[in-house]
């Protein structure tokens, strides 16, 4: 293994009964970045961290942390921190004593953990706060209690399970920002898992998106956000448009692609294609006039047309009955029924794989 993992899951199987949370799933986590398992409720992230936390053990498989095996070793002797979505602050304890909770056992004196509370506080913005009750504390604030609490001990991994999604919008976005400028100051290698789109591809190095206990891609945020692998990734990303296609090979590497009889040759990018689909974001449609420069050009009839102040969003049926969306900064909405030109780039046109999930590699 690489000196430069510092989490490897190997073959992880877990089972509730017919749910199967972690299913022969595998992937290594680098040391210092900051890694989002993204996914629907069930897709298995929570189970698959609290694994990696030692709160749940594997039915089989295994999981070394910096090379050791620590699959049945317990949380306490992990050297991991971990932050909850309700926080789990203890609300007797003001702000400093829930920091200092966790290095009680660390062998510090008093002075030291002192000094260590303070540094912490100050990473987190709540630099003064050490005497003031938690519950006198806003959500944000008592979230990033939670966030030095798990860090004071310098955990190799500290490992968040949706710690934002309590939070009022604004926020939670403000903690996306705080979150990240923590993990990049400190080093630390965090492991997040999040149903939110936005917040993965804001604060993460790279992404698995989990469906039935495996992956189903991970790379870094654009190359996801922009090149999904197989439907489930596209449609769980809004804005991108799925339609059906014909997909053959060609030479050289290439794809012959049919979209309502039209045909042009795509890059495979070294993908099987055979789910018979293609994807392209609604912003990568062109419309009007500007679709004559494109590389497949249609003509389609407006179904409905919407202004949603930053953009207008655009419905539209292709001759073959399939519609997807276009969404243009500003502009007017189009009348319903009106018949127009709409045009794709061969590179803004991604070819699908089936819906196969990956079991391993990373």
């Known amino acids: ?16 009964g017919a749910a199967r949370p972690a299913d022969d799933f595998s992937i290594d986590i680098l040391r210092g970045e900051f890694f989002s398992m993204l996914g629907p409720s069930g897709s ?5 961290l609290r694994m990696i936390a030692g709160l749940e053990h594997p039915d089989s498989g295994e999981i070394r942390i910096n090379g050791a095996d620590v699959t049945n070793v317990p949380p306490w002797e992990r050297h991991l921190g971990m932050v909850f979505q309700q ?38 913005g709540l630099k003064g706060f050490e005497t003031r009750r938690v519950t006198q504390l806003s959500g944000g604030e008592q979230q990033r209690v939670a966030i030095a609490r798990g860090l004071a001990p ?35 290698t965090f492991i997040y898992v999040t149903h939110d789109q936005e917040e993965a591809l804001t604060m993460s190095d790279r992404i698995a998106v989990l469906n039935q206990g495996r992956y189903v891609q991970c790379g870094a945020p654009e190359q996801i956000f922009r090149a999904p692998a197989t ?12 339609l059906d296609a014909q997909v053959s090979a060609a030479a050289d590497g290439r794809r012959d692609v049919a979209i309502c009889d039209r045909r042009i040759a795509l890059a495979d990018n070294g993908r099987p294609a055979d789910a ?11 419309m009007g006039p500007a679709a004559a420069t494109a590389d497949l050009t249609l003509e389609a009839t407006v179904v409905s047309s919407t202004y949603r102040g930053l953009y207008t969003s655009t419905d539209l049926r292709l001759p073959d009955g399939q519609v997807m969306t ?16 709409v045009g794709m780039q061969a590179g803004d046109i991604i070819l699908l794989d089936a819906d196969h999930a990956a079991p391993g590699a990373n």
Request: glycine share 10%.
């Open 44 to 48: 298995g992230k929570s189970t698959i």
């Open 1 to 16: 293994m690489s000196d430069n993992v510092i989490l490897s899951l190997r073959n992880i199987r877990k089972r509730y």
């Open 326 to 341: 276009a969404t243009q900064s500003g502009g007017q909405p189009l009348d319903v029924g009106a018949r127009v030109a």
């Open 231 to 242: 439907p489930f990734v596209a449609r769980f990303f809004r804005g991108s448009n799925l």
């Open 87 to 124: 926080y789990a602050i203890f609300p007797h304890l003001d702000v400093a004593g829930n920091v200092g909770y966790g290095l009680r056992r660390s062998g510090l004196d008093r002075a030291a953990r002192a000094d260590r509370v303070s540094e912490l506080l100050n990473l987190v």
């Open 276 to 286: 018979g689909q293609i994807a392209v974001r609604g912003e990568a449609i062109l």
């Open 154 to 188: 310098g955990p190799d991994i500290l490992l968040l399970d949706e710690p934002l999604s309590a939070l009022d919008e604004k926020i939670r976005r403000e903690m996306q920002a705080e979150l990240r400028s923590i993990q990049q100051r400190t080093g630390t």
